[in-house]
């Protein structure tokens, strides 16, 4: 049964810091794996996608990496501002063609 | 465009209780979900639609039931609430099959608590 897991759960780092958010999976057969971000009473905005068979996607100062292999993905944000803050989710389209979703990674941009 | 648009935003129900959270979407797209939310976990799909008059059950259907009679309209049933249905309910739509690599579009969720 595919399993997602975001570590950390949360993370504080001051304003203009470059940092990584960590995804990983237990099953490298996946379709594809989905960057969300959630802000608090708002709905989902999905922020990036990789297929399978790319390594990476990049979206202004956002770039996501896919390494199926290790069943891993990171979610680089260059140059932190507090707009920036919110919950960031990642969910891997597995096999059975539904989305499995990580618990996400609270990120608190500090000025 | 107003995208996808749920109601109510809040809603506490008591145990035994039934109600309906509405979901609607104006991207023409084909394919509809549901998922709830509990706190500090991942989303879990209820049920998904990929067409008008076509539902099928997601991970945790239980207790729940869906109708699709339009592509706008994806309404999700709560019968006989209980407790353990307190959650946040999203409501989402693509285009086509996110294994395709579709967007998903969410709507702003509904909070339900059932005391």
């Known amino acids: 049964k595919q399993e997602v897991t975001q570590i950390p759960a949360a993370l504080s780092v001051p304003e203009g810091e470059n940092l990584v958010l960590n995804c990983s999976f237990t099953?490298?057969?996946?379709?594809?794996l989905q960057w969300f971000r959630q802000d608090p009473g708002k709905g989902l905005t999905s922020l990036l996608l990789i297929q399978s068979s790319q390594r990476e996607q990049t979206s202004g100062r956002l770039n996501a990496s896919l390494d199926k292999s290790s069943g891993r993905s990171t979610l680089y944000i260059a140059a932190s501002q507090p707009g920036d803050s919110a919950t960031y989710l990642c969910a891997v389209t597995s096999s059975n063609y539904q989305l499995i979703w990580g618990a996400g990674t609270k990120l608190i941009i500090k000025p | 465009n107003a995208g996808v648009t749920q109601t109510p935003k809040f809603r506490i129900l008591k145990i035994g209780q039934s109600m309906t959270l509405q979901c609607t979407q104006d991207m023409n797209h084909n394919y509809m979900y549901w998922y709830r939310q509990d706190p500090g976990m991942g989303l879990k799909l209820i049920y998904y639609s990929v067409g008008a008059g076509i539902t099928d059950k997601g991970e945790v259907p239980n207790g729940y039931n869906v109708s699709r009679s339009t592509t706008e309209d994806f309404p999700l049933r709560l019968e006989l609430a209980a407790p353990s249905q307190t959650s946040v309910y999203f409501c989402?739509?693509?285009?086509?099959?996110?294994?395709?690599?579709?967007?998903?579009?969410f709507g702003p969720g509904t909070r339900l608590t059932v005391t």
């Open positions: 099953d490298s057969a996946i379709y594809n």
């Open positions: 989402a739509s693509s285009y086509s099959d996110t294994l395709a690599g579709y967007e998903q579009y």
